[in-house]
């Protein structure tokens, strides 16, 4: 299993391009997460699926989308980018929380590391 | 609401020395508790955690942590570090089942490293 993969490794975008980060999971988690890690503050979660179709906010929800088509997808979309949303971006999967025998552990991607200039 | 409150950004040791992460939490629930590692330029992974079974849990590379109800705590120890350790640890909270109630509340990290 390739577990969860992200691409891009790194980006550098201009203030109001758009992009999208890409991230996968082979482990067929029904649930999926994106954080953001800046500097000193931990991991800050953007937004989460609990399966297909169903996607809600986290905590730092402004300025980005998310869609879930598919069980394996979870895409992060930039529409403006600004110079506060240079970060590092982790993508998550887990099992239902509470899965007996698979606790809610969640398994990391490697990071996109994206700065907007 | 939930929070995580990691004492020390950094915190340095000697190669064979105790470790020691200082974790408290707040939750008005009984909670779920974490602790990841991240090495340098790569994503989290799971040290322990703690799902209300034995309050002694053992994780990986020789790391456990105490979760001790009273003081709302939950520390990371290891009894000899090792040059491998150096890396940031995160401790985290959720309240467990079902929808919201599974996402994880980071705290800010610490930065463990380790002398020669």
């Known amino acids: 299993n390739a577990g969860v993969t992200q691409t891009p490794k790194f980006r550098i975008l201009k203030i109001g391009q758009s992009m999208t980060l890409q991230c996968a999971q082979d482990?067929?988690?029904?649930?999926m997460y994106w954080y953001r890690q800046d500097p000193g503050m931990g991991l800050k979660l953007i937004y989460y699926?609990?399966?297909?179709?169903?996607?809600d906010k986290g905590e730092v929800p402004n300025g980005y989308n998310v869609s879930r088509s598919t069980t394996e997808d979870f895409p992060l979309r930039l529409e403006l980018a600004a110079p506060s949303q240079t970060s590092v971006y982790f993508c998550?999967?887990?099992?239902?929380?509470?899965?007996?025998?698979?606790?809610?552990?969640?398994?990391f991607g490697p990071g996109t590391r994206l700065t907007v200039l | 609401a939930q929070s995580v409150t990691q004492l020390g950004s950094h915190v340095s040791v000697s190669e064979g020395a105790l470790v020691l992460l200082r974790c408290n939490y707040s939750?008005?629930?009984?909670?779920?508790l974490f602790w990841y590692v991240q090495y340098p330029n790569q994503g989290l992974q799971l040290l322990l955690k703690?799902?209300?079974?034995?309050?002694l849990v053992k994780g990986i590379n020789g790391f456990e942590a105490e979760f001790k109800k009273s003081e709302t705590s939950f520390h990371l120890t290891k009894p000899s570090a090792h040059m491998s350790d150096a890396a940031e640890y995160f401790c985290?909270?959720?309240?467990?089942?079902?929808?919201?109630?599974?996402?994880?509340?980071f705290g800010k990290g610490t930065k463990l490293s380790v002398k020669p």
């Open positions: 703690y799902t209300s079974a034995a309050t």
């Open positions: 939750s008005s629930v009984p909670p779920y």
């Open positions: 985290a909270v959720s309240e467990g089942y079902g929808g919201s109630q599974g996402n994880l509340i």
């Open positions: 998550a999967s887990s099992y239902s929380p509470g899965t007996s025998g698979q606790g809610d552990t969640q398994y």
């Open positions: 699926s609990v399966g297909a179709g169903i996607t």
């Open positions: 482990m067929n988690h029904n649930y």
